[in-house]
């Protein structure tokens, strides 16, 4: 390591489920680099990011990755620029020295290495479809990689059009209403449309007509197999998907910022396949906090940097909204809370500040339905390959349920700050409030259990700084 300490991040927007943090990570772990490198959610436009990119240099950041909708921003903001970034007019890799920055572009490099180890037979005619943000690196690197004829061919041809004006590798523009018909004519075709993602409509096209030797890629990896490369498999071609070009681009920046030259094994391969397919559990991490404190507002910072997030009172909103699972027992306990089908919260609460011995069979009744709540969106997190879940559980030690996280995190407030803001709530009395408050553990216990604690009585931007410190440190910690 030539440096003291390295420190990196992903920035764009949004950025929460990039995978970049994990390919870092893995490659600082097998050589030993000290450091981090953290989620950097940065909305807006070319001034906000010249305003993160100062305050990184300030932070003595090494250097950062650049995703969406920053690449361009990221280009102009830089001292000094590598060719292969002037060629595409955007960078990807920020690296900061002596108060400089200097620009990459590593897409092409990530591309190129994907092609290159499926090992072409023939490199007669490529056809690119699209001609998006990731359609130019894609053809330099065909290009780079031997192909005599690289064809494109995107549902807007002026757009085509303008890239056959820059880049002169490129052959003929092909109608997107006709590239299907003459699929014959090819040794590679590239997907770099958005058809195929989760979510978007997949790319129709008949491979019948394909030459046994073609290859199929897309450069997607939400889903690692589109519907696309599923048809290419069936029909026996062979194919690949987005995820090595993701971990090949990652590459460059590490060297630059390390000195090291880290390498695209089958084991980090697998192990990015293992995070997408959901079979590495998230962080659990436990949110809590008394009535007022802000969890709401520190959930939703934790969301902002991607973390899965579940609030337990909304679970009980649902579950006592009508069609409910628990409009039926608590009906059994206390029908005089019910109205139209579903547990009226304030008959609830009323009823409870008149009979505060019925706590407890309400609770034996609404518990379980919540934990089962909590479990079930656990689960989704891990299926989506979150990096993390973030439970809001405001009696988490009230209740003894910290146990199954790895992390726990308080939010706390000036005692003053947290009454008023509770105060002006809607139907909330002083009476209210109290009852509330001696139900909840003292303040000074819940943080001197706190694996983690924020406050909240600081303006936002230093609660968010502290949400994005606590999160990098929990999934250094335990994510990676
Ligand atoms: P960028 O990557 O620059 O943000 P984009 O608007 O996300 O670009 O589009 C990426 C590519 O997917 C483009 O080639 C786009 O075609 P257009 O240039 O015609 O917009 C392509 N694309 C997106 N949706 C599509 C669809 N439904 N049918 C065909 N092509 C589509």
């Known amino acids: 390591m030539t440096q003291a300490r390295f420190r990196g991040a992903i920035a764009g927007w949004p950025v929460g489920h990039s995978l970049s943090p994990v390919v870092n990570a893995w490659w600082r772990r097998k050589h030993g680099v000290a450091g981090s490198y953290e989620h950097m959610p940065c909305e807006g436009g070319e001034a906000e990011f010249r305003q993160l990119v100062e305050r990184l240099k300030a932070e003595e950041f090494t250097g950062i990755n650049v995703t969406i909708p920053h690449k361009e921003n990221a280009f102009k903001v830089a001292d000094t620029v590598s060719d292969r970034a002037k060629a595409l007019g955007v960078a990807n890799t920020l690296v900061f020295y002596d108060g400089k920055v200097h620009a990459d572009n590593t897409d092409e490099e990530g591309f190129y290495a994907s092609v290159m180890a499926v090992r072409p037979e023939r490199k007669s005619r490529a056809l690119v479809l699209g001609a998006g943000g990731a359609a130019p690196a894609v ?8 192909f005599e004829n690289i064809d494109i061919s995107n549902r807007t041809r002026q757009k085509a059009e303008g890239l056959k004006s820059r880049f002169e590798c490129l052959s003929e523009i092909v109608d997107w209403s006709k590239f299907a018909d003459n699929l014959s004519a090819y040794d590679l075709v590239v997907n770099t449309t958005s058809l195929g993602m989760h979510g978007q409509p997949p790319l129709e096209v008949d491979l019948s007509a394909a030459p046994d030797h073609m290859i199929v890629a897309d ?4 889903p690692l197999e589109t519907p696309l ?5 069936a029909r026996g071609l062979k194919t690949f998907n987005g995820l090595a070009m993701l971990a090949n681009q990652a590459v460059p920046g590490f060297e630059h910022w390390t000195g090291i030259r880290p390498a695209v094994t089958p084991d980090l391969m697998e192990h990015l396949e293992d995070r997408l397919l959901g079979r590495i559990p998230p962080v659990a991490i436990a949110l809590t906090g008394s ?3 802000g969890k709401s507002t520190v959930a939703a910072m934790f969301a902002r940097l991607g973390a899965h997030t ?12 009508e069609g409910g699972a628990a409009v039926e027992p608590v009906a059994e306990l206390f029908p005089d809370v019910i109205q139209s089908g579903a547990v009226s919260r304030e008959k609830l609460s009323a009823h409870l500040l008149a009979n505060p011995g019925d706590f407890p069979a309400l609770e034996a009744v609404v518990h379980p339905l919540v934990a089962a709540d909590r479990a079930v969106s656990f689960d989704k997190a891990q299926r989506a390959g979150a990096l993390s879940c973030v439970m809001d559980i405001p009696l988490l030690f009230e209740k003894h349920l910290e146990k199954p996280f790895q992390a726990v995190v308080v939010v706390t407030a000036d005692e003053e700050v947290r009454r008023k803001r509770v105060l002006v709530r809607p139907g909330m009395t002083e009476e209210k409030y109290r009852s509330i408050v001696a139900r909840q553990m003292p303040e000074g216990e819940k943080i001197a259990r706190a694996d983690y604690v924020i406050r909240t009585d600081l303006s936002l931007e230093e609660t968010a700084a502290e949400v994005s410190d606590a999160y990098r440190q929990i999934l250094e910690k335990y994510a990676y």
């Open 139 to 146: 053809l330099m690197a065909l290009h780079r990689a031997g």
């Open 219 to 222: 450069i997607i990896y939400t």
């Open 229 to 233: 490369l599923a048809q290419a498999r």
């Open 291 to 293: 009535i007022g404190m």
């Open 310 to 321: 579940w609030d337990a009172d909304d679970a009980v909103h649902r579950l006592y909204a």
